[in-house]
């Protein structure tokens, strides 16, 4: 029976992954009416506008650019679309060309996860994030009692559903540990091309990190208007899906190719060059 089951892992979490692909595919396509109408009505008492509206202020400055609030909605649900696909397309070559490698099938499943529960609520996309923080790169727990962290990930990811508040607690306790965790798996377990493949994994979720603390940190100190509404608001959410891109790039790079750059030496280089 283990012998049948390992034969045919690999086509049974490519089955899998499939129908967690469709189901997300359907979800996502399913809220895009709901999206267009939102985004493409001007919202007109501020203390309600919704983070991807416009107030009537906002929709007249980019209307002396020429952009027109169907031209903004159309192009903030049409990059969203193109980035979940992204996500979709790049996790589909990772389990068709890698499907028997286990650390491949997680960055795979991650990419299909992490979109879609970023779309049902912020906090429930850290449920992916720590089971991805927890395997990669080779798959397993390390040390062997971080399971229970994923399974208290997985539960915290159902409570979501019932309380976001909770939950969001949850999550911010469960992936405090996650870091050092890889630290040590860093440094202690893993070969020089698995230490490769965590620092471009690391690359790509570090540059959407710091993209995000600066929005964040904007929002917060910044003398014009940032909230709800505002030009600037709708300027991040034209500027999320292009920074949440980062993330499937560097870790495709880092699954796919079988010798991978040295990420010290291109970083240095780069930072050379500016």
Not at 155 to 170: C, G, N, W
Request: with cysteine; net charge positive; hydrophobic share 60%.
């Amino acid at each position: 029976m283990r012998e049948f089951v390992s034969r045919r892992g690999p086509r049974i979490a490519q089955a899998v992954w499939a129908v967690l692909a469709v189901a997300g595919t359907i979800y996502v396509i399913a809220g895009v009416p709901s999206d267009w109408r939102t985004a493409d009505a001007i919202c007109r008492v501020v203390a309600t506008c919704s983070s991807n509206q416009l107030d009537s202020s906002a929709a007249t400055t980019l209307g002396h650019y020429g952009i027109s609030i169907d031209m903004f909605a159309a192009y903030e649900i049409a990059l969203k679309l193109a980035v979940i696909a992204m996500f979709y397309g790049l996790g589909a070559l990772i389990i068709w060309r890698k499907p028997e490698d286990r650390g491949a099938r997680v960055a795979a499943f991650f990419l299909v996860a992490f979109p879609a529960a970023l779309h049902i609520s912020f906090p429930l996309a850290f449920a992916p994030l720590i089971l991805f923080g927890l395997l990669f790169p080779d798959g397993r727990f390390a040390p062997r009692w971080t399971r229970w962290l994923a399974l208290a990930a997985i539960i915290a990811a159902i409570v979501d559903l019932l309380s976001d508040q909770i939950a969001a607690f949850a999550f911010l306790l469960l992936i405090l540990p996650v870091p050092f965790l890889q630290i040590y798996r860093f440094r202690s377990l893993s070969s020089w091309a698995q230490r490769q493949q965590i620092k471009w994994a690391l690359f790509g979720l570090a540059t959407f990190i710091l993209g995000l603390v600066a929005f964040v940190m904007t929002f917060v100190v910044a003398p014009w208007q940032t909230g709800n509404g505002s030009i600037y608001s709708a300027l991040s959410l034209v500027a999320f899906p292009i920074l949440i891109a980062a993330i499937p790039i560097s870790l495709a790079i880092s699954v796919l190719r079988s010798r991978l750059w040295d990420i010290d030496r291109l970083i240095s280089r780069a930072l050379a060059y500016t």
